[in-house]
C-alpha cells in the first residue's frame, strides 16, 4: 500500500495521560499537513511540515501539542495531559511541492479522552 | 476571516440532481476542492478545479465557480442512494498549500 498511513486508527486514553500519534506520508511527497476534525465539523488545519522544517502552526495547537518530522519522512503528533476537548480524528495529509494539486490524507486516528 | 461557507443539509430524491454550494474567502486561493465523507471512513476527494476555470465536468459530477462571488458549486446528476454523505468544499491557500475546509453538506438521498 503506497497510501498515507496512519496509527493507531483508535486511541482510547483517560484524561491527563499523553498520547502519540504516528503518520508515515507517501515516500516521495515532501510536505505534510496534520488537521483535526470533530464531530459535525470540517477538518481543521494543525500544522505542515516541508521535508523536517515545522513551516506553520495554527493557534489550535496549544502548547500540549507537538509534532515533529525529524527526517523528512514520517512525523508525529504527541499531545501532553489530554483533556476531553482534544476527543477528535486527527488526519494526516502529504503532498508533493507547491504545485500539486491535490493532498492524500489518510484514514486518521480517532481519539476519545474519557 | 479563514471561514467557508456550506449549508448543512440537502435532500433529495433518487435520480435528482443535487446542489451544494460553497462558498469561499481568499482570492488568491489555487485550487478548490470537494471531498466526500462517508460515516467513520476517511476523506475522499471527488474532484477539484483550478482557481482559473469556470467550469469542469467529470462524469455525474460538475463543478461551477464564480471567482468574482467567491461561489463554489457541486452538482451530481442522477443521484443514488450510494451518494449519500458528508460533503466538503476546500480551498486551496497558494503560499502553504494547507486546505481550508467548509463544515460540511450532509447530502440525504431518499429511494
Known amino acids: 500500500d503506497t497510501g498515507v498511513s496512519q496509527d493507531p486508527r483508535h486511541k482510547i486514553t483517560k484524561r491527563g495521560q499523553n498520547v502519540t500519534f504516528r503518520c508515515d506520508p507517501i515516500?516521495?511527497?515532501?510536505?505534510l499537513y496534520w488537521y483535526r476534525q470533530t464531530l459535525g465539523q470540517g477538518p481543521e488545519f494543525l500544522t505542515y511540515?516541508?521535508?523536517?522544517?515545522?513551516?506553520?502552526k495554527s493557534r489550535l495547537l496549544s502548547d500540549r501539542f507537538s509534532a515533529e518530522r525529524p527526517k523528512g519522512s514520517f512525523s508525529t503528533l504527541e499531545i501532553q495531559r489530554t483533556e476531553q476537548g482534544d476527543s477528535a480524528m486527527y488526519l494526516c495529509?502529504?503532498?508533493?511541492?507547491?504545485?500539486?494539486?491535490?493532498?492524500?490524507f489518510g484514514q486518521g486516528t480517532r481519539l476519545t479522552v474519557v | 476571516g479563514e471561514d467557508v461557507e456550506q449549508s448543512l443539509f440537502l435532500s433529495v430524491r433518487e435520480g435528482d440532481s443535487s446542489v451544494i454550494n460553497c462558498t469561499y474567502t481568499?482570492?488568491?486561493?489555487?485550487?478548490l476542492y470537494w471531498y466526500k465523507q462517508e460515516p467513520g471512513a476517511g476523506l475522499q476527494l471527488l474532484t477539484y478545479?483550478?482557481?482559473?476555470?469556470d467550469m469542469k465536468q467529470d462524469q455525474r459530477l460538475t463543478v461551477l465557480l464564480n471567482k468574482k462571488d467567491k461561489h463554489l458549486s457541486l452538482r451530481i446528476a442522477d443521484t443514488q442512494t450510494g451518494d449519500s454523505a458528508i460533503y466538503f468544499c476546500a480551498e486551496k491557500r497558494a503560499d502553504t498549500g494547507k486546505l481550508i475546509f467548509g463544515q460540511g453538506t450532509t447530502l440525504q438521498v431518499k429511494p
Open positions: 481568499d482570492s488568491s486561493s489555487t485550487y
Open positions: 511540515f516541508q521535508n523536517e522544517a515545522q513551516l506553520e
Open positions: 495529509a502529504s503532498s508533493v511541492g507547491e504545485m500539486n494539486t491535490e493532498a492524500f
Open positions: 478545479i483550478f482557481s482559473n476555470m
Open positions: 515516500s516521495e511527497h515532501n510536505r
